[in-house]
Every structure is written in C-alpha cells, then in structure tokens.
C-alpha cells in the first residue's frame, strides 16, 4: 500500500510560480522501485489530463500546454516528487494530483488545488 499526499498549491497571479510536492509512505514499498511517477490535473468540468510524468526508463514527458514551464522531477532519499510550475497562467488552474504505479497497482493522491488569477 502506497500513500500519497501532495502538497504547495494555492492562489498565485498569472506569471507567478508554485512548486507541488508528493510525498509518498507505506509500509512495504521502496520509493525507488515505484513507476511512471506523474502528475495530472482536473480542472472544472474537465476530464482529468496528464501534466507531466517520468516514465520508468526515466523519460520525462510533458503535455504540450505546459512543456518549457513545468518540471517535473524526484529525489528518492525524500520519496517526494516534485512539479515546478513557472509562468503559470488562469488555464493552469486545476485540481492537481500525483500518480504513482507500484508494480500492476496505481495510486492517487488526494489532489492539491491551484489557481492561476489573471
């Protein structure tokens, strides 16, 4: 069993910067082995999309909306990943979650709400 909690949304103006974290727990899993660690948004009456993941082989992958803005990126000693999110703008603004994938199983933060005012 994987815990996820994420971390460092709020209100930012359009242009700003936020740094999401996720920070995973659990009793018997190892940070490292877990996969395609990833963040994906859901913003209102909007399906839920894919922002940025690092794939198993260690690929990162980002969404055409936000490549060149957002980083996505971990550090195995914090089992924590991380998304920075620079020049951010009102369509940004979202429910933002982690994903991880711990062998056939997937798991789902909570969500960490972000908005972007113009």
């Known amino acids: 069993q994987v815990q996820l909690v994420e971390s460092g949304g709020g209100l930012v103006e359009a242009g700003g910067s936020l740094r999401l974290s996720c920070a995973a727990s659990?009793?018997?899993?190892?940070?490292?082995?877990?996969?395609?660690l990833g963040w994906y948004r859901q913003a209102p009456g909007k399906q839920r999309e894919l922002v940025a993941v690092?794939?198993?082989?260690?690929?990162?992958n980002y969404a055409e909306s936000v490549m060149g803005r957002f980083t996505v990126s971990k550090d195995n000693t914090k089992n924590t990943i991380y998304l920075q999110m620079n020049s951010l703008k009102p369509e940004d603004t979202a429910v933002y979650y982690c994903?991880?994938?711990?062998?056939?199983?997937?798991?789902w933060g909570q969500g960490t709400q972000v908005t972007v005012s113009s």
């Open positions: 994903k991880v994938r711990a062998g056939s199983t997937t798991y």
């Open positions: 659990g009793g018997f899993f190892r940070f490292i082995s877990l996969n395609d």
């Open positions: 690092i794939t198993t082989g260690g690929t990162r």
